[in-house]
């Protein structure tokens, strides 16, 4: 488990013995540094604005906003690669806003332009597929797929056509659970097959994968590789969806859509079934010493009567 810092009470001469990444995993320590730290700035004649929500979002609109107000170049500095994707996406056509990603020790600093982006031809229609393609493989608030990059995503992307009217069930805010799923599912089937036999189950391909490991394996199998089920894919879509829509303004439930709270948390749902049926799960067993360790809990297993030291 991951150590969490104390709430402390601090001012600027505070001399603090956590170290930054402790500090502020503490929300309450976050706040109160944002807060503190938004007061010095309009002290010196800096205008701060803090974000209540998804802060890239409000970065590129501020952005946006800004440019049409002064009329003139507007430079945004970051390091996240969630500012590309936003200002490619939302920033209008007749505008071009630059982001400045500093560099660090041999590597420069780069320039990216939002029109350049734009009319990147990396990814088919770049404006309107990116956010789908950016949340679909993997992004900080969806889950991803263990060996699956980026580019591999928008390759398969730009090379099958029946896949690019996706991204449009994604971006309009009242496509239906069934047409996110079954588009979404369609997506990751393409990015697990690797034969050209046409699959149009998860469940499935899941299976003969498993099949097709065992057979090869001289070693354990490494049960990451494989596709995830229909059930932890519908979750995993429903995901995607709530972060394009939120990324795109809109503010939907996350409890609907993937998350489920707990402990005052959003926490994934990574599926709605079990990962094996019960019969065969009741039959795995353990041989930790004190009982049920890290490995049985990372796994979502419970000992049973059968492991070396069940303790009931």
Not at 118 to 128: A, E, R, S, Y
Not at 220 to 244: D, G, M, N, W, Y
Not at 263 to 291: D, E, F, Q, R
Request: glycine letters at 6%.
């Amino acid at each position: 488990m991951k150590r969490t810092s104390r709430e402390i009470i601090f001012n600027e001469s505070t001399v603090l013995l956590d170290s930054q990444r402790q500090f502020l995993s503490n929300l309450a320590n976050k706040d109160r540094f944002i807060s503190q730290l938004a007061s010095h700035e309009e002290k010196v004649g800096i205008c701060t604005l803090i974000a209540t929500n998804y802060a890239d979002v409000h970065i590129v609109k501020t952005a946006i906003e800004t440019y049409e107000k002064i009329k003139k170049q507007v430079l945004v500095i970051g390091q996240d690669i969630d500012l590309l994707v936003l200002l490619t996406a939302l920033t209008p056509d007749d505008m071009d806003i630059l982001m400045l990603k500093e560099g660090k020790g041999k590597v420069k600093d780069r320039f990216y332009s939002s029109k350049d982006l734009q009319n990147f031809n990396l990814v088919i229609d770049c404006k309107k597929s990116i956010l789908f393609l950016h949340a679909i493989s993997g992004c900080d608030t969806t889950s991803g797929f263990y060996g699956k990059g980026k580019l591999q995503a928008v390759q398969l992307f730009n090379s099958n056509k029946y896949l690019q009217d996706i991204p449009e069930i994604f971006s309009y805010p009242k496509s239906s659970y069934t047409d996110i799923e079954r588009s979404g599912e369609k997506f990751i089937i393409v990015l697990y097959s690797n034969t050209k036999k046409k699959e149009n189950s998860l469940n499935k391909m899941s299976y003969d994968c498993f099949n097709k490991l065992v057979g090869q394996a001289s070693s354990a199998i490494l049960l990451s590789k494989l596709p995830p089920t229909t059930e932890a894919a519908h979750q995993h879509c429903r995901r995607t969806f709530h972060q394009v829509q939120t990324w795109l303004g809109e503010c939907l439930n996350p409890s609907g859509w993937g998350w489920k709270l707990v402990n005052k948390s959003l926490t994934p749902i990574y599926t709605t079934k079990g990962s094996a049926p019960a019969k065969i799960v009741s039959l795995i067993t353990c041989g930790c010493n004190k009982g049920c360790g890290k490995k049985c809990v990372r796994a979502n297993l419970r000992c049973t009567t059968s492991c070396r030291n069940f303790r009931g």
